[in-house]
């Protein structure tokens, strides 16, 4: 009996001893999973914090950045706007002074007094070839060309439409009407004037050539530019270089009388086919249009424009021109079409400009 009972106590106290234990492991469990928990909830916070904190840096950093930007866009805004105002009014002054004009051939009393609302100046440019644009050029008020470029055969891309063509003294030196035989081509519509030369002797054989042109051509509508108004293109340019034009060996352009013609006749200038200043500085040989779209074999627009721009002797000065011209479309309602023009990019200044002005290196 005292065996059994014994052997029944042992057994008793080592289920007791068990029990225990396992209690004392149940409390060890949990509380290493609470400690576990404190230490993940403490891994977790600080793990947050420390995102919290470099969130916060870098909100604040991006957002000072970001106040910086917006600071200097406003500041260089403002200060655009502020030099713009000044060109404005300079160049309004400028223009104001333009009371000259083109006077008729068949009566020297008249002069030029034609007003549109909607002009548009179409160039001589290979740039129009497969543009398309020559429903949307005849649908202006008023449509101007200049020299001899014709529209036959080329009606989709430059129209049909002419309200006015510009000439240069040049063609009818060369004779350039009967060797292309112009107006049997073309027609006789609109109105022509011709941009002449205080040359005495050049300005003389125009005359002459003109005279010949009406008896030939009775209907005719022929002006002549005033000794007035080819001083006031020359004031200009000087004005816009700070460079005499005969003493620097420039000519100026038709597309140059033809803009400044086209700002006292039209409330809103729309130019056809003239690429910006520094377009031709990326241009290579292969991708170069023809200098004139209706000469695929003549030269190059870019090759033909660098050659006188670069030429400091003497020569047009295509790039200064449209460098200028940019300015002019900021302060008058002048556009560029068929290739658009970014008007608030800010050009480099030519190599004529920086040539002259000894900052050409």
Known sequence: MSESHGSTTWRRGSVRTS?????????????IKRNAMKIKKQIIVRVL?????????????????????????EVHKYRFIEV?????????????????????????SEVLNLHCDICAIVTSSGQLLGSGAGAEIDKNTCVIRMNTAPTRGYEKDVGTKTTLRMFSFVNLQQQLFEKEQFFEQ???????VIWSTTVKEILSMVEEESLRLLKQYPSLDLYISSFEQMDFADRVFRQE?????????S???????????????????????????????????????????FDASG?????????????????????TEKYIFKKWARVFNITFHHPSWDLDHEDNETRFLLHRTGRLQ
């Open 299 to 319: 030269p190059k627009e870019c090759v033909f424009s660098r050659l006188h721009e670069y030429g400091l002797r003497e020569g047009h000065r295509f790039h």
């Open 19 to 31: 029990a225990t234990f396992e209690r004392a492991c149940d409390v060890t469990r949990r509380n």
């Open 251 to 293: 000519w100026l352009s038709t597309g140059w009388y033809t803009l400044l013609l086209a700002l006292t006749m039209c409330e809103h200038v729309k130019v056809y086919g003239m690429v910006e200043s520094d377009y031709c500085h990326n241009v290579t040989l292969i991708n170069d249009m023809p200098h004139h779209y």
């Open 49 to 73: 914090a420390a995102t919290v904190i470099t969130c916060a840096v870098i909100y604040t950093t991006t957002n000072q950045h970001e106040a910086n930007v917006a600071y200097e866009k």
């Open 241 to 249: 270089t700070g460079q005499d034009r005969a003493a620097s060996g």
């Open 84 to 108: 713009n105002q000044i060109e404005k009014e300079r160049i309004t002054k400028m223009f104001s002074n333009n009371s000259f004009g083109f006077v008729r051939m068949k009566n020297e």
């Open 186 to 192: 073309e027609g006789i519509t609109g109105t022509f």
